[in-house]
């Protein structure tokens, strides 16, 4: 097989704090890949740093055979790395089709047919978004804004899709249906690195997972040993 | 008279709705008040001045080169004045500060170009005008209406419907989604400043077809054109027009009983009293943290 995405040895501190050191890790095609961990073991760091969000001091990253260090966040999701940020940050006083139209804002106008195709793609997926199209984003239920924050980043044809806790603030039902969704993008062809604080959640789907804990990496490997493994029991799991 | 008090109460009124949909279309990407958007608008008055008498090019030509020249001038503001202190992530107050540093330095700028004298675009006599349900109307208050509430549609569809209009709106909503979805919010920052720099230019060119044009002339505009965003609520562009309108009819028509020398303290009066009892203005919604 091989990895769309691998970095190595990747470092980042903000001012003097150490939030990531010495972090390797990789995806192959195909693959959903958890991240697990604990607050401030620098999860959602690694995330940022993939998407060209904050500064990173030392290491390599390659996508798709390409060095993607230090590219800007325009250039990323040109490339086909998307990330549907913590939080959702949708743009809540547009409707729900406007924010599906500004996913593809970087998509050229003359790519009309293109769009459409992509729309119909995430209505599909998501039919609750094509029923609220005229509505404000604001005025959906925090389960349909993450549906919408995935569509969002789906009209961009990721060929590797980055999620920040998407579980985060949602109820017990949305957190199973978003999370079967996942499944479904994954088994169109999309690669997904999914960063959870739902551990459980995470490893349910995932191929294969990471554990960070303080600026490194404690355990990886794949799902069946990780849900074997005594720490990620304990820690996780409830014993 | 009460119907010529209405007249020119939507005179000042669409002028205002103009200035105020300029700042508005800028504070909804920069979140900040920026007070430079008033000497803007009294450089649009001047460059009509200058290209329309001292280069003596046609008056239609001398607006629309005079509303590209706005733009640039707002995209430079932001460029040489705001932008640099974005890098270094400077606290809102900083911003207002420079602001109001630009307005000074370019006021100044115009004052040692063209001097500190009074000038006109006025051309010829001022000639009779058309009696309209008891107000007497002017082809050039006519023009002044119409063109400015033309531009301000022009404005409010640009921000609705366009690709560019809707980036603006998704920067202004949430910086990070715009970010994370490929918008590059340094280029639609400028896009903001070069289209309400525009209106403003256009707001200050229009008014002076029927006053004078003074360097000065920038900071009465401002205030106003922020009094009616505050009214109408800030960041909002139907609240432009309402405020706008709402201002121009209540300084015009409380001066009914009252000399004309209270009209800004009835524009002041109004500001207060939305402060005080309506913050959020007649169609804003309650804002969390929005710097001033």
Known sequence: ?239 | MIQQLILSGIIAGSIYALIAIGFTIIYRTIKFFNFAHGVVYAAGAYLAYALFFLLKLNPILSFFLSLAMAALLGIAIDRLAYRPLRKHNAPSLIYLIASFGVFIFIQNLIQLIFGAQILTLRTGPVKEGYNILGAVITNIQVLIIGVSLILFFLGWLFILKTKLGKAIRAVSDDPVGARVVGINSERIILVAFAIGSALAGAAGILISLETNIEPTMGLNAILKGIIASIVGGVGNIPGALFGGLFLGLAENLGIWKIQAGWKDTIAFVILIIFLLLRPSGIMGVKTEKEKI
Do not use: W
């Open chain 1, 1 to 239: 097989m091989n990895k769309i995405l691998e970095v190595k040895n990747l470092s980042i501190s903000y001012g003097p704090v150490k939030a990531l050191e010495n972090v390797s890790f990789f995806i192959e095609k195909g693959e959903i890949v958890a991240v697990i961990g604990p607050n401030g073991a620098g999860k959602s760091t690694a995330l940022k740093a993939l998407c060209g969000l904050v500064p990173i001091k030392r290491g390599e990253i390659n996508f798709q055979d390409e060095n993607i260090k230090g590219l800007t966040p325009n250039r990323l999701v040109k490339k086909g790395l998307c990330l549907v940020p913590e939080g959702r940050r949708i743009f809540t006083t547009m409707s729900v089709f406007e924010n599906l139209e500004m996913g593809a804002f970087t998509v050229s106008k003359n790519k009309n047919l293109l769009f459409k195709e992509r729309i119909e793609k995430v209505f599909k997926l998501f039919p609750i978004l094509k029923e609220r199209k005229r509505q404000k984003a604001g005025t959906l239920s925090s389960g349909e804004q993450q549906m919408l924050a995935i569509g969002r980043a789906l009209m961009l044809k990721p060929s590797l899709l980055l999620l920040d806790e998407p579980s985060l603030g949602l109820s017990p039902n949305y957190v199973e249906a978003i999370f079967e969704k996942l499944v479904e993008i994954n088994n169109d062809g999309t690669s997904i690195l999914i960063v959870e604080q739902n551990a459980l959640k995470a490893l349910e789907i995932c191929h294969r997972a990471y554990l960070f804990e303080i600026g490194s990496i404690a355990l990886e490997g794949e799902k069946a040993a990780l849900l074997r493994n005594e720490k990620i029991k304990e820690v996780f799991l409830g014993g």
